[in-house]
Protein backbone atom coordinates (compact mmCIF):
# COMPACT_ATOMS: atom_id res chain seq x y z
CA UNK A 1 0.00 0.00 0.00
CA UNK A 2 1.09 3.82 -0.70
CA UNK A 3 2.95 5.56 1.60
CA UNK A 4 -0.08 7.61 2.57
CA UNK A 5 -3.47 8.12 4.44
CA UNK A 6 -6.67 9.40 2.44
CA UNK A 7 -8.55 11.20 4.89
CA UNK A 8 -12.65 12.32 4.54
CA UNK A 9 -13.10 14.92 6.76
CA UNK A 10 -16.91 16.30 7.60
CA UNK A 11 -17.48 20.55 7.90
CA UNK A 12 -14.46 21.46 6.14
CA UNK A 13 -16.05 24.98 5.60
CA UNK A 14 -14.72 26.65 8.69
CA UNK A 15 -12.96 25.69 11.86
CA UNK A 16 -11.60 22.72 13.04
CA UNK A 17 -12.26 20.65 10.18
CA UNK A 18 -9.87 22.87 8.27
CA UNK A 19 -7.13 22.81 10.49
CA UNK A 20 -7.68 18.86 10.16
CA UNK A 21 -7.69 18.54 6.99
CA UNK A 22 -4.74 21.27 6.37
CA UNK A 23 -2.91 19.38 8.48
CA UNK A 24 -3.06 15.66 6.46
CA UNK A 25 -2.32 17.36 3.51
CA UNK A 26 0.73 18.56 5.12
CA UNK A 27 1.99 14.87 6.40
CA UNK A 28 1.53 14.52 2.86
CA UNK A 29 -1.74 12.34 2.82
CA UNK A 30 -4.57 12.98 0.53
CA UNK A 31 -8.06 14.46 1.15
CA UNK A 32 -11.55 14.87 0.91
CA UNK A 33 -12.92 17.83 2.54
CA UNK A 34 -16.55 18.29 2.62
CA UNK A 35 -19.31 20.71 3.14
CA UNK A 36 -23.03 21.73 2.74
CA UNK A 37 -21.22 24.58 0.37
CA UNK A 38 -17.93 23.60 -1.76
CA UNK A 39 -17.36 27.79 -2.55
CA UNK A 40 -16.78 27.97 1.28
CA UNK A 41 -14.62 24.88 1.71
CA UNK A 42 -12.45 25.38 -1.51
CA UNK A 43 -12.53 29.14 -0.15
CA UNK A 44 -10.85 27.99 3.33
CA UNK A 45 -8.84 24.71 1.92
CA UNK A 46 -7.03 26.56 -1.18
CA UNK A 47 -5.42 24.08 -3.59
CA UNK A 48 -3.53 20.98 -3.43
CA UNK A 49 -3.03 18.18 -5.61
CA UNK A 50 -3.42 15.69 -2.63
CA UNK A 51 -7.18 17.57 -1.99
CA UNK A 52 -10.47 16.85 -3.37
CA UNK A 53 -13.28 18.82 -2.46
CA UNK A 54 -17.05 17.57 -2.04
CA UNK A 55 -20.55 18.64 -0.94
CA UNK A 56 -21.51 16.78 1.77
CA UNK A 57 -24.44 17.31 4.17
CA UNK A 58 -24.14 14.85 7.01
CA UNK A 59 -27.93 14.31 7.32
CA UNK A 60 -28.95 13.74 3.87
CA UNK A 61 -28.33 10.43 2.87
CA UNK A 62 -28.22 10.62 -1.05
CA UNK A 63 -25.08 12.98 0.01
CA UNK A 64 -23.43 10.66 2.34
CA UNK A 65 -23.86 7.95 -0.32
CA UNK A 66 -22.28 10.44 -3.32
CA UNK A 67 -19.37 11.79 -1.47
CA UNK A 68 -18.05 8.19 -0.19
CA UNK A 69 -18.41 6.92 -3.81
CA UNK A 70 -16.45 9.90 -5.01
CA UNK A 71 -13.52 9.08 -2.76
CA UNK A 72 -13.36 5.86 -3.44
CA UNK A 73 -13.24 6.51 -7.04
CA UNK A 74 -10.56 9.29 -6.91
CA UNK A 75 -8.60 7.44 -4.09
CA UNK A 76 -9.44 4.00 -3.90
CA UNK A 77 -10.21 3.72 -0.08
CA UNK A 78 -10.75 5.75 2.85
CA UNK A 79 -8.02 5.29 6.08
CA UNK A 80 -9.71 7.92 8.18
CA UNK A 81 -13.12 9.29 8.91
CA UNK A 82 -13.01 12.17 10.84
CA UNK A 83 -16.89 13.22 11.78
CA UNK A 84 -16.79 16.72 12.68
CA UNK A 85 -19.33 18.33 11.42
CA UNK A 86 -20.96 20.39 14.15
CA UNK A 87 -23.65 23.02 15.15
CA UNK A 88 -24.76 24.33 19.20
CA UNK A 89 -28.47 24.82 20.08
CA UNK A 90 -27.74 26.63 23.22
CA UNK A 91 -30.46 27.12 26.28
CA UNK A 92 -32.40 26.08 28.90
CA UNK A 93 -34.40 22.96 28.45
CA UNK A 94 -38.06 24.11 28.66
CA UNK A 95 -36.85 27.03 26.45
CA UNK A 96 -35.75 24.97 23.53
CA UNK A 97 -38.00 23.57 21.25
CA UNK A 98 -38.36 19.98 20.16
CA UNK A 99 -37.75 21.04 16.76
CA UNK A 100 -34.62 22.66 17.91
CA UNK A 101 -33.31 19.31 19.77
CA UNK A 102 -34.08 16.74 16.78
CA UNK A 103 -31.98 19.36 14.62
CA UNK A 104 -29.25 19.45 17.69
CA UNK A 105 -29.48 15.40 17.48
CA UNK A 106 -29.65 15.25 13.72
CA UNK A 107 -26.72 16.81 12.90
CA UNK A 108 -23.90 15.56 16.08
CA UNK A 109 -25.19 12.07 16.29
CA UNK A 110 -27.28 11.02 13.18
CA UNK A 111 -24.62 13.31 10.81
CA UNK A 112 -21.67 10.93 12.10
CA UNK A 113 -23.94 7.88 12.09
CA UNK A 114 -24.93 8.24 8.12
CA UNK A 115 -21.30 9.27 7.34
CA UNK A 116 -19.69 5.90 9.84
CA UNK A 117 -22.44 3.54 8.14
CA UNK A 118 -21.35 4.15 4.61
CA UNK A 119 -17.77 4.20 5.20
CA UNK A 120 -18.04 0.83 7.33
CA UNK A 121 -18.56 -1.36 4.04
CA UNK A 122 -15.42 -0.33 2.93
CA UNK A 123 -13.18 -0.40 5.78
CA UNK A 124 -13.96 -4.11 6.39
CA UNK A 125 -13.52 -4.66 3.18
CA UNK A 126 -9.94 -3.19 3.60
CA UNK A 127 -9.85 -5.09 6.27
CA UNK A 128 -8.42 -1.54 8.22
CA UNK A 129 -9.40 2.05 8.78
CA UNK A 130 -9.94 4.42 11.60
CA UNK A 131 -13.21 6.50 13.06
CA UNK A 132 -12.29 9.40 14.76
CA UNK A 133 -15.36 11.69 16.16
CA UNK A 134 -14.83 15.34 17.41
CA UNK A 135 -17.19 14.92 20.96
CA UNK A 136 -16.75 17.98 23.62
CA UNK A 137 -16.40 17.45 27.50
CA UNK A 138 -19.84 17.87 27.50
CA UNK A 139 -19.86 13.74 26.12
CA UNK A 140 -18.33 13.74 30.03
CA UNK A 141 -20.37 16.02 32.03
CA UNK A 142 -23.78 18.01 31.49
CA UNK A 143 -24.18 21.46 32.39
CA UNK A 144 -26.60 24.83 32.53
CA UNK A 145 -27.84 25.75 28.74
CA UNK A 146 -26.27 23.08 27.41
CA UNK A 147 -28.80 20.48 27.80
CA UNK A 148 -29.58 19.43 24.36
CA UNK A 149 -25.86 19.84 23.08
CA UNK A 150 -24.42 17.47 26.08
CA UNK A 151 -27.26 14.81 25.51
CA UNK A 152 -26.33 14.78 21.53
CA UNK A 153 -22.58 14.29 22.74
CA UNK A 154 -23.48 11.79 25.45
CA UNK A 155 -25.39 9.91 22.79
CA UNK A 156 -22.37 10.45 20.20
CA UNK A 157 -20.02 9.15 23.44
CA UNK A 158 -21.96 5.72 23.89
CA UNK A 159 -22.64 5.10 20.43
CA UNK A 160 -18.89 5.51 19.36
CA UNK A 161 -17.82 2.97 22.38
CA UNK A 162 -20.36 0.51 21.71
CA UNK A 163 -19.34 0.70 18.00
CA UNK A 164 -15.57 -0.29 18.73
CA UNK A 165 -15.99 -3.46 19.74
CA UNK A 166 -18.14 -4.52 16.82
CA UNK A 167 -15.68 -3.16 14.43
CA UNK A 168 -12.61 -3.83 16.04
CA UNK A 169 -12.24 -7.60 14.76
CA UNK A 170 -12.22 -5.92 11.25
CA UNK A 171 -9.24 -4.07 12.15
CA UNK A 172 -11.05 -1.00 12.32
CA UNK A 173 -10.27 1.59 15.45
CA UNK A 174 -11.89 4.11 17.06
CA UNK A 175 -11.56 7.12 18.61
CA UNK A 176 -13.75 9.47 20.30
CA UNK A 177 -12.00 13.06 20.84
CA UNK A 178 -13.42 15.13 23.70
CA UNK A 179 -12.04 18.81 23.59
CA UNK A 180 -12.08 21.13 25.84
CA UNK A 181 -12.27 25.16 24.82
CA UNK A 182 -11.08 25.25 22.06
CA UNK A 183 -11.08 28.60 19.62
CA UNK A 184 -12.89 26.94 16.85
CA UNK A 185 -16.16 29.17 14.72
CA UNK A 186 -18.41 26.43 17.37
CA UNK A 187 -19.51 29.70 19.32
CA UNK A 188 -20.19 32.32 16.29
CA UNK A 189 -23.29 32.91 14.99
CA UNK A 190 -23.02 30.71 12.10
CA UNK A 191 -23.07 27.68 14.42
CA UNK A 192 -24.19 29.06 17.48
CA UNK A 193 -28.63 28.96 17.79
CA UNK A 194 -30.03 30.17 21.47
CA UNK A 195 -33.74 29.22 22.47
CA UNK A 196 -35.91 31.17 20.82
CA UNK A 197 -38.81 30.88 23.56
CA UNK A 198 -38.34 32.54 26.68
CA UNK A 199 -40.00 31.89 30.27
CA UNK A 200 -39.45 34.67 32.79
CA UNK A 201 -37.78 32.12 35.49
CA UNK A 202 -34.71 31.70 33.50
CA UNK A 203 -34.69 35.64 32.30
CA UNK A 204 -31.36 36.80 34.60
CA UNK A 205 -29.60 33.20 34.31
CA UNK A 206 -30.60 33.31 30.49
CA UNK A 207 -28.84 36.86 30.18
CA UNK A 208 -25.57 35.87 32.27
CA UNK A 209 -25.68 32.53 30.34
CA UNK A 210 -25.66 34.13 26.87
CA UNK A 211 -23.59 36.63 27.87
CA UNK A 212 -20.78 34.25 29.03
CA UNK A 213 -21.25 32.21 26.06
CA UNK A 214 -20.96 35.08 23.37
CA UNK A 215 -18.24 36.48 25.49
CA UNK A 216 -16.07 33.22 25.07
CA UNK A 217 -16.63 33.43 20.97
CA UNK A 218 -12.23 34.30 20.23
CA UNK A 219 -11.47 34.01 23.79
CA UNK A 220 -10.94 29.85 23.90
CA UNK A 221 -7.50 28.71 25.12
CA UNK A 222 -6.79 25.44 23.18
CA UNK A 223 -4.87 26.01 19.90
CA UNK A 224 -7.29 23.86 16.84
CA UNK A 225 -4.40 23.80 14.66
CA UNK A 226 -2.41 22.35 17.33
CA UNK A 227 -5.07 19.55 18.05
CA UNK A 228 -5.31 18.84 14.29
CA UNK A 229 -1.67 18.07 14.57
CA UNK A 230 -2.00 15.37 17.27
CA UNK A 231 -4.94 13.88 15.16
CA UNK A 232 -2.36 13.44 12.64
CA UNK A 233 0.00 11.75 14.98
CA UNK A 234 -2.55 9.47 16.88
CA UNK A 235 -3.85 7.96 13.33
CA UNK A 236 -0.12 7.21 12.72
CA UNK A 237 -0.20 5.08 15.89
CA UNK A 238 -0.24 1.55 15.66
CA UNK A 239 -2.72 1.44 18.58
CA UNK A 240 -4.64 4.77 18.63
CA UNK A 241 -6.29 5.87 22.16
CA UNK A 242 -10.22 4.69 22.06
CA UNK A 243 -10.62 7.92 24.07
CA UNK A 244 -8.85 11.19 23.43
CA UNK A 245 -9.09 13.90 26.16
CA UNK A 246 -7.54 17.27 24.02
CA UNK A 247 -6.63 20.02 26.33
CA UNK A 248 -5.61 20.97 29.77
CA UNK A 249 -8.83 22.55 30.69
CA UNK A 250 -10.65 18.77 29.93
CA UNK A 251 -8.20 16.91 31.46
CA UNK A 252 -9.22 18.85 34.63
CA UNK A 253 -12.95 18.38 33.78
CA UNK A 254 -12.33 14.75 32.91
CA UNK A 255 -10.26 14.48 36.65
CA UNK A 256 -13.63 15.95 38.28
CA UNK A 257 -16.48 13.91 36.46
CA UNK A 258 -13.77 10.65 37.71
CA UNK A 259 -13.65 12.12 41.44
CA UNK A 260 -17.37 13.12 41.37
CA UNK A 261 -18.63 9.56 40.61
CA UNK A 262 -16.63 7.88 42.78
CA UNK A 263 -18.13 10.27 45.82
CA UNK A 264 -21.28 9.12 44.27
CA UNK A 265 -20.34 5.50 44.61
CA UNK A 266 -18.72 5.47 48.02
CA UNK A 267 -21.59 7.46 49.39
CA UNK A 268 -24.29 4.85 49.37
CA UNK A 269 -22.49 1.85 48.35
CA UNK A 270 -23.49 -0.46 51.10
CA UNK A 271 -27.50 0.61 49.73
CA UNK A 272 -26.34 -0.64 46.38
CA UNK A 273 -24.59 -3.60 47.35
CA UNK A 274 -27.85 -4.64 49.42
CA UNK A 275 -30.04 -5.10 46.04
CA UNK A 276 -28.68 -8.72 45.31
CA UNK A 277 -31.33 -11.54 46.28
CA UNK A 278 -30.60 -13.17 49.98
CA UNK A 279 -29.31 -16.86 49.98
CA UNK A 280 -31.89 -19.10 50.31
Do not use: C
Request: no cysteine; glycine share 8%; hydrophobic share 40%.
Amino acid sequence: MENYKVWLVTGAGRGMGVDIAKAALGAGDKVVATGRNTEKVAKAMGESENLHIEKLDITDTADVASAIQVTIERFGRIDVLVNNAASFYAGYFEELTQEQIEKQIKTSLYGPMNVTRAVLPHMRKQGFGHIISISSTAGLVGFEFGTAYAASKFALDGWMESLQAEVAPFGIHTTIVNPGFFRTELLTKESTNYATSSIEDYDERRRQQMDFWKGANGQQSGDPAKLAKVLITIANLEKPPLRFIAGADAIGTAEQVIATLQQQVDAHQDLSISLGYENS
